[in-house]
């Protein structure tokens, strides 16, 4: 997907749920007024989300600056300044609370994925996102998750295979889901298994397959998936755990020897991080009904 087309799509929809038919608050300023304002981080975090910001200010006025102090994957601090944005007054009004929500998204799952990660630092078990995203944000969040130094799944149900419970019981056994999804795949396109037992994670590895997803597998039976598929496979498959992932135990759960651990709640469960934006001190605004 094109990054720039979709940011230009989600600030496009974003700002027509907020103005509608126009900002009546903005009012109150003169339209010539031009005004400059200042974001600031109030707490420690990640910072993301710098291009929805600057294109929610340039959607209504290209003519509208923004200097950055901070970088997209950057950690930032209580009291931070990470930009100043100068242009028209009414502008800077209307277009303030969507930049902000963008911002405080984006940065509020970047720090959350950077937990993870750091979390598990010298393992080598990577964290990686799922589609538990919020509707139209999938792309933004899967950014987020970068900026943090995660890894993205599949951005959707067109790029990967991922076969669960319900399509082994339609496809008849995990090989016949195993086989028909072999023959669709295109060049490139991943195919994954979910396994919720021991027994069937045998059952995947015997019948080839390269990619399974462990789901809510205890620490036992992690390390036990690891050491049996480093016997029963010449080419070792890329394990997976998923369900019931904490920031409390997912250094144990990489201990374990997975590749990777996915979990939703780095874009499903989060709270904004906490930002606002204020206008320099000035005191000459002219009403526009003076």
């Keep these: 997907m094109d990054l720039a087309a979709e940011i230009k799509n989600n600030v496009s929809q974003a700002l027509a749920e907020d103005i509608g038919t126009g900002d009546l608050t903005a009012l109150l300023i ?10 600031i981080s109030r707490e420690n975090a990640v910072l993301c989300g710098i291009q929805w910001l600057e294109a929610c200010f340039w959607h209504l006025s290209s003519e ?12 930032i601090s209580a009291g931070q300044k990470l930009c100043e944005i100068t242009g028209s007054a009414r502008v800077l009004l209307t277009g303030e609370r969507t930049a902000l929500n963008f911002l ?19 393992t080598g078990a990577l964290i990686v996102d799922t589609r538990k995203t919020v509707p139209g944000l999938r792309l933004a969040q899967k950014y987020a998750v970068k900026c943090g130094g995660g890894t993205n799944h599949r951005l959707g149900l067109y790029d990967g295979i ?3 419970e319900n399509h082994i019981i339609a496809a008849g056994s995990i090989e016949h889901a195993l086989r028909a999804a072999e023959k669709i795949a295109a060049p490139g396109v991943f195919v994954q298994i979910e396994v919720e037992t021991p027994d069937d994670l045998r059952v995947a590895l015997n019948a080839g397959a390269k990619m399974i997803l462990l789901d809510n597998f205890n620490l036992t039976q992690l390390r036990e998936a690891v050491a049996l598929n480093a016997r029963l496979t010449d080419k070792k498959a890329v394990l997976e755990a998923s369900g019931g992932i904490t920031l409390e135990n997912v250094r144990a759960v990489a201990e374990t020897g997975v590749d990777r651990i996915s979990i939703g709640g780095l874009t499903k469960d989060i709270k904004a991080v906490d930002l606002s934006m204020r ?12």
């Design 162 to 164: 991922l076969i669960k």
């Design 104 to 122: 405080q998204l984006l940065s509020a799952v970047a720090t959350q994925t950077r937990r993870y990660v750091d979390a598990v630092a010298g």
């Design 64 to 75: 509208t600056t923004v200097h950055w102090f901070a970088q997209d994957g950057e950690a």
């Design 30 to 39: 003169h339209a010539g007024e031009t005004a400059t304002a200042t974001v």
């Design 279 to 290: 206008f320099s001190e000035k005191a000459d605004f002219t009403n526009s009904y003076d």
